[in-house]
């Protein structure tokens, strides 16, 4: 499994890191209630931490909308992921479970309110990569429908010309998302060296952790940052 960031990209943020959990031979179609448990205790912490706050001016998520304004993207209008699950919980609509593999990482996230995406590497042809688009990038959006051109010079996710998700942290496509089938992914958790990194660490070690004992998946955990701009593991 590969993972990359450009330089281009760390020229704009050159703050910026990406936790990494790659991941091996999860079953994903059985149900596994430890799974739910924790997803629901994290939307139960977050909602009641966020009664009465303003989730755009919360610590956690301000470097994330500054960074949105770094890269060109208007985050009043874009919203980072981790900020749009922490204003849909915070108004009290919750969070549906999606799968097992993928509420464990939403679980994380909130817990650590960290933006962590969720990538089914059995899609991916190279590498996955966060760059800038180029002419021939597509994207389907999540759900399906009509695929889209992103915006010139805009950062992604992406991997042979399909981006996976918008936005840097966006929204996610449907091509890569992870289904029943998925058993290979890989887990970006964005962060900064200087404001969250500890936090970054900390979602990292407790995310592979969790996989390996309620999963009994194989992972390999690594980071990517502007002096390691490339993650390459086997499992």
């Not at 304004?69 to 874009?78: M, T, V, W």
């Not at 549906?96 to 996230?109: M, R, T």
């Not at 200087?194 to 995310?207: P, T």
């Amino acid at each position: 499994m590969r993972f990359e960031v450009s330089k281009d990209v760390f020229d704009l943020l050159p703050d910026a890191c990406f936790g990494v959990v790659a991941v091996r031979g999860v079953d994903n179609s059985k149900s596994y209630p430890a799974v739910s448990e924790l997803l629901h205790a994290a939307i139960a912490e977050c909602e009641g931490a966020m009664a009465g706050v303003k989730v755009k001016e919360s610590p956690e998520i301000v470097p994330y909308r500054e960074a949105f304004r770094a890269l060109g993207i208007n985050p009043n209008k874009f919203m980072c992921s981790i900020e749009a699950l922490m204003t849909r919980i915070a108004k009290g609509k919750g969070f549906p479970e999606i799968s097992p593999i993928v509420d464990l990482g939403n679980a994380v996230s909130l817990r650590t309110r960290l933006p962590i995406g969720a990538h089914d590497m059995g899609t991916v042809e190279r590498a996955l990569e966060v760059r800038h688009a180029r002419e021939g990038d597509t994207f389907v959006p999540f759900g399906g429908g009509e695929a889209e051109t992103p915006d010139e010079n805009e950062v992604v996710y992406v991997s042979g010309g399909q981006v996976r998700t918008r936005r840097w942290t966006w929204r996610q496509s449907e091509i890569g998302k992870i289904t029943e089938a998925t058993t290979d992914l890989l887990f970006p958790i964005d962060g900064f060296r200087s404001i969250n990194y500890d936090r970054v660490l900390e979602a990292r070690k407790e995310l592979s952790e969790l996989i390996e004992s309620i999963f009994g998946a194989k992972t390999a955990v690594g980071m990517v940052d502007r002096d390691n701009p490339v993650f390459e593991c086997e499992l």
